[in-house]
């Protein structure tokens, strides 16, 4: 057993580590403020490497495993969650289905551009009804002339208005249930094909998060990704890998916020002393680290088995239920930690803690992971 990463692995860390702070930290309260998405942001981490990180070099992408690609996300995240959760959508939901189930066609039109950075990527499977029951999808897909025709409305899309291409699910064979949903990939611009309202959000303001409307939307027969009724058994799977770059993403804000308070802690004085001298805010420093430390063992622990091609359903669950919580809690002690300059927006604590609750209910709420994780557990006895 091995706890350490090889020198590349420190390499590319330390590489995003200083991408996110000479190019990412400057903006990030503007972009959260006015909402910007920041595409020149993601051009740049496509010439990194960051759009593709795990996609084969023969597709565009940089070659890498899911290691890599936390330590990817968590850096990005460190500084600012709206990229993290970019590429972690951008990477692990849309290229991947399509690198996972697209045809050989469809690999070289769609997951190129993608890994390279100059197409944004979405994944839309959540409906104003088919949240955590995705398998209630409404959107239709009738079979039409050899192609398809969908109708339908999803909602929470992350890039639903800015994606150049979204992988949208819908019920092609009404009677048999989960077993009847298909994915689709479809390009912007096609006609009947639109995205709806763009969310207000509470946190990750910068990250686009959209409806995807379909009215009569008209694709032909290579729409169709992977086959006919396997799209909502796919979407699992990928959610597998997509809940570890999930887990990575809470792990970076859960850092950024904890170096953020300790180094606030060493500094600010009450009663005559440094406030990290009090017993109170070490023991909040002690848990936080302690539950960091825990997330990036249950992380790196999915990701090593997900580069080994093992089934990780219950590891990247446990990885992602745990990292979430555990950054939820760290940003909360590090807002107490600051205080009252946690709560207004000169520090960074309370954007951490806005930005980091997603991570509890994206990708499977933290009940939906504890029903994943109980279901394994169980089948596996
Ligand atoms: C910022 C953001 C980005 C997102 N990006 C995407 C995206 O790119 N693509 C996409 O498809 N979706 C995306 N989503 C949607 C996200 O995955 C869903 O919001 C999530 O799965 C929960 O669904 P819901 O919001 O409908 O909540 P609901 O399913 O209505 O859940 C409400 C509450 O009930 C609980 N609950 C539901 N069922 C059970 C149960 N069986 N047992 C116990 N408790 C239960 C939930 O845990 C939750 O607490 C995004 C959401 C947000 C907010």
Redesign the pocket.
């Known amino acids: 057993m091995d706890f350490g990463f090889s020198d590349d692995q420190e390499l590319l860390r330390r590489t995003v580590r200083d991408f996110a702070e000479t190019e990412i930290a400057p903006h990030v309260r503007r972009y959260d403020e006015s909402q910007e998405f920041p595409r020149e942001i993601l051009r740049k981490a496509g010439e990194l490497g960051l759009m593709g990180i795990i996609f084969p070099e023969e597709y565009g992408g940089a070659g890498l495993g899911y290691t890599e690609y936390a330590i990817a996300v968590e850096e990005l995240s460190r500084v600012d969650g709206s990229i993290g959760?970019a590429v972690a959508?951008h990477n692990s939901?849309?290229t991947n289905h399509i690198f996972q189930s697209g045809s050989e066609e469809q690999k070289r039109k769609y997951v190129v551009p993608l890994a390279s950075g100059s197409w944004i990527g979405?994944?839309?499977?959540?409906?104003?009804?088919?949240?955590?029951?995705?398998a209630g999808t409404r959107t239709v897909a009738k079979a039409d002339g050899g192609g398809w025709v969908l109708n339908g409305t999803?909602?929470?899309?992350?890039?639903?208005s800015v994606g150049d291409v979204v992988v949208v699910?819908a019920v092609t064979d009404p009677d048999k249930g989960r077993h009847g949903i298909s994915a689709f990939v479809i390009d912007k611009g096609t006609p009947g094909f639109r995205p709806g309202k763009k969310?207000d959000?509470m946190?990750?303001r910068a990250?686009d998060?959209s409806e995807v409307i379909m009215e009569d939307c008209r694709v032909g027969p290579t729409a169709l990704l992977g086959e006919r009724g396997h799209g909502f058994v796919d979407a699992m799977k990928i959610l597998d890998g997509g809940r570890i770059s999930i887990a990575a993403l809470a792990l970076g804000m859960a850092r950024g916020a904890f170096e953020a308070a300790a180094k606030y802690a060493k500094q600010r004085e009450q009663f005559g002393r440094a406030i990290a001298e009090f017993q109170a805010i070490q023991f909040m420093l002690s848990e936080m680290a302690t539950r960091i430390d825990a997330s990036a063992l249950l992380i790196h622990r999915a990701a090593w088995m997900k580069d080994r091609g093992m089934k990780t359903t219950r590891e990247s669950a446990m990885a992602k239920l745990y990292a979430s919580e555990a950054g939820v809690y760290v940003a909360d002690r590090a807002l107490q930690i600051f205080g009252g300059y946690g709560y207004v927006k000169d520090f960074p604590a309370e954007k951490f803690y806005r930005d980091v609750k997603?991570c509890t209910?994206?990708?499977?709420?933290?009940?939906?992971q504890?029903?994943v994780i109980a279901r394994e557990i169980l089948s596996s006895l």
């Open positions: 959760i959508a939901l849309c979405a994944w839309s499977l959540t409906e104003p009804t088919a949240g955590s029951d995705a999803k909602t929470f899309t992350t890039h639903g699910f969310e959000k946190g990750l990250s998060t997603l209910i994206g990708e499977g709420t933290s009940e939906i504890r029903l």
